[in-house]
């Protein structure tokens, strides 16, 4: 057992572990932030994306330990109390979601994404740069709208600041 | 995953020590490939030594002709490094088309050529590039370090600090690409030195893992064009075989992406 002490959405938590333990399990069973999701757990679908220090990573393939002094996002942390981050919204209003499984993963990579491309985003790259989320409802094509939406509005909402 | 104890040492020695009070310690990289075996239970090292944190190890130098990666340096920070992007562009390719941007964040050189899987890209780079792999204990020139799958020429506990590759002439890496795992199905590297030198090695084609390809090698230093190999044949002897393409298919990728690669090279 480990004593791992990370800053999770803002807050520094600490937890109690067995060094075997995945981020993932950390954040879902240790700190009940269940909105990060188990897919594949083979580091393949990325249903488990979150940011580590601004890294949009796989958690299912991180220990806890590895993460352990680190700055941790996670879909939960993305809002501002009611008012959904940017890319939520463009989820949001270009349905981009069906069952829902995949979208933490997706809109944690697509904010990277976005992060990564600032201002000069096409179809062409999301698509790329979406290649280790997958999503068995939309067939992407939603997805890639409400992330090149995103990245419009991401620009004003940043512009605004 | 079975039950083990985790370490996250400051220093390669001290990562050394904390190696040898283990009774079966391994060490972690960047996680992507040690992990996932962890999981299936197909590794189960008493401890697991943690090198992804150890500043020494992390960092990319370019000085005259050789470009220098440190072994922690994430394939991430390789593709967008200025260095390497105008010293051997090919290698910030390779690392553009290797896993996905979240593997990309996470995955190391070293640890990449360390496991040395026979579809992995790095080594076909390192072997073509004739690389030197520099450890905690000596230095080991590429066609040396790689001993067929999953194997190198690494003692128990010793460490990969950096890798050396000399700034040829002109370099260039195709593959073609896994689309769900993303590993080369069969990659090749092709480097024409400064000397004057043709180097070409394949990955995702030989049973042995990374190979060099001396047919193709002669044909490119009598002329360096992708139609120089319209008439080359690779043997498909000791080619892998599984669900995704026989023998012969990959023979047969070996020279269609040396083409594609010589191309790129320009």
Same mark, same amino acid.
Request: aromatic share 4%.
């Given at each position: 057992?480990?004593?791992?002490?990370?800053?999770?959405?803002?807050?520094?938590?600490?937890?109690?572990?067995?060094?075997?333990?995945?981020?993932?399990?950390?954040?879902?069973?240790?700190?009940?932030?269940?909105?990060?999701?188990?897919?594949?757990?083979?580091?393949?679908?990325?249903?488990?994306?979150?940011?580590?220090?601004?890294?949009?990573?796989?958690?299912?393939?991180?220990?806890?330990?590895?993460?352990?002094?680190?700055?941790?996002?996670?879909?939960?942390?993305?809002?501002?109390?009611?008012?959904?981050?940017?890319?939520?919204?463009?989820?949001?209003?270009?349905?981009?979601?069906?069952?829902?499984?995949?979208?933490?993963?997706?809109?944690?990579?697509?904010?990277?994404?976005?992060?990564?491309?600032?201002?000069?985003?096409?179809?062409?790259?999301?698509?790329?740069?979406?290649?280790?989320?997958?999503?068995?409802?939309?067939?992407?094509?939603?997805?890639?709208?409400?992330?090149?939406?995103?990245?419009?509005?991401?620009?004003?909402?940043?512009?605004?600041? | 995953?079975?039950?083990?104890?985790?370490?996250?040492?400051?220093?390669?020695?001290?990562?050394?020590?904390?190696?040898?009070?283990?009774?079966?310690?391994?060490?972690?990289?960047?996680?992507?490939?040690?992990?996932?075996?962890?999981?299936?239970?197909?590794?189960?090292?008493?401890?697991?030594?943690?090198?992804?944190?150890?500043?020494?190890?992390?960092?990319?130098?370019?000085?005259?002709?050789?470009?220098?990666?440190?072994?922690?340096?994430?394939?991430?920070?390789?593709?967008?490094?200025?260095?390497?992007?105008?010293?051997?562009?090919?290698?910030?390719?390779?690392?553009?088309?290797?896993?996905?941007?979240?593997?990309?964040?996470?995955?190391?050189?070293? #640890?990449?050529? %360390?496991?040395?899987?026979?579809? $992995?890209?790095?080594? /076909?780079? =390192? &072997?073509?590039?004739? !690389?030197?792999?520099?450890?905690?204990?000596?230095?080991?020139?590429?066609?040396?370090?790689?001993?067929?799958?999953?194997?190198?020429?690494?003692?128990?506990?010793?460490?990969?600090?950096?890798?050396?590759?000399?700034?040829?002439?002109?370099?260039?890496?195709?593959?073609?690409?896994?689309?769900?795992?993303?590993?080369?199905?069969?990659?090749?590297?092709?480097?024409?030195?400064?000397?004057?030198?043709?180097?070409?090695?394949?990955?995702?084609?030989?049973?042995?893992?990374?190979?060099?390809?001396?047919?193709?090698?002669?044909?490119?230093?009598?002329?360096?064009?992708?139609?120089?190999?319209?008439?080359?044949?690779?043997?498909?002897? #000791?080619?892998? %075989?599984?669900?995704?393409?026989? $023998?012969?298919?990959? /023979?047969? =990728? &070996?020279?269609?992406? !040396?083409?594609?690669?010589?191309?790129?090279?320009?």
């Amino acid at each position: 057992m480990s004593t791992i002490k990370l800053t999770v959405n803002g807050k520094a938590v600490s937890a109690d572990v067995e060094d075997r333990t995945l981020l993932v399990h950390l954040l879902r069973e240790n700190l009940n932030l269940t909105g990060t999701h188990v897919g594949c757990d083979t580091s393949q679908c990325g249903a488990c994306v979150v940011h580590i220090d601004g890294r949009a990573v796989k958690s299912c393939t991180v220990l806890a330990g590895q993460a352990a002094g680190s700055n941790v996002t996670t879909i939960e942390g993305i809002s501002k109390g009611d008012e959904l981050h940017p890319m939520q919204l463009a989820f949001r209003d270009n349905h981009g979601l069906q069952c829902g499984y995949c979208t933490p993963g997706m809109i944690m990579s697509s904010i990277d994404i976005v992060h990564r491309h600032a201002g000069k985003l096409d179809e062409e790259t999301v698509r790329q740069e979406l290649e280790g989320n997958i999503c068995r409802c939309t067939g992407y094509h939603n997805i890639v709208k409400a992330v090149l939406d995103a990245a419009g509005r991401m620009k004003v909402s940043q512009a605004a600041e | 995953m079975y039950e083990t104890i985790y370490h996250r040492p400051s220093s390669v020695d001290e990562a050394v020590a904390l190696f040898g009070k283990g009774s079966d310690s391994k060490y972690l990289a960047g996680g992507h490939t040690l992990i996932p075996v962890m999981k299936q239970r197909l590794a189960a090292p008493s401890d697991v030594i943690d090198l992804g944190k150890i500043k020494e190890l992390i960092g990319i130098e370019a000085s005259g002709d050789t470009l220098t990666i440190k072994a922690a340096t994430t394939y991430f920070d390789i593709m967008q490094s200025a260095d390497v992007k105008k010293s051997i562009p090919a290698i910030a390719y390779l690392t553009s088309v290797l896993g996905d941007p979240a593997v990309r964040y996470r995955g190391t050189i070293g #640890g990449s050529i %360390a496991n040395n899987d026979p579809a $992995a890209d790095f080594p /076909a780079a =390192l &072997v073509s590039l004739g !690389a030197t792999v520099k450890t905690n204990k000596r230095s080991i020139a590429a066609d040396d370090f790689f001993k067929g799958l999953f194997t190198t020429a690494l003692e128990d506990g010793e460490i990969i600090t950096q890798v050396s590759f000399p700034v040829p002439a002109k370099a260039g890496y195709e593959k073609m690409r896994h689309p769900a795992s993303r590993f080369a199905l069969t990659g090749v590297f092709v480097t024409k030195t400064k000397a004057g030198d043709v180097r070409v090695a394949a990955t995702g084609a030989s049973q042995n893992g990374v190979m060099r390809v001396p047919v193709i090698e002669t044909a490119l230093k009598a002329n360096w064009s992708a139609g120089a190999l319209d008439s080359v044949k690779v043997s498909d002897s #000791g080619m892998l %075989a599984d669900i995704h393409g026989s $023998a012969a298919y990959r /023979a047969n =990728l &070996v020279k269609v992406m !040396a083409q594609r690669a010589v191309t790129a090279a320009g």
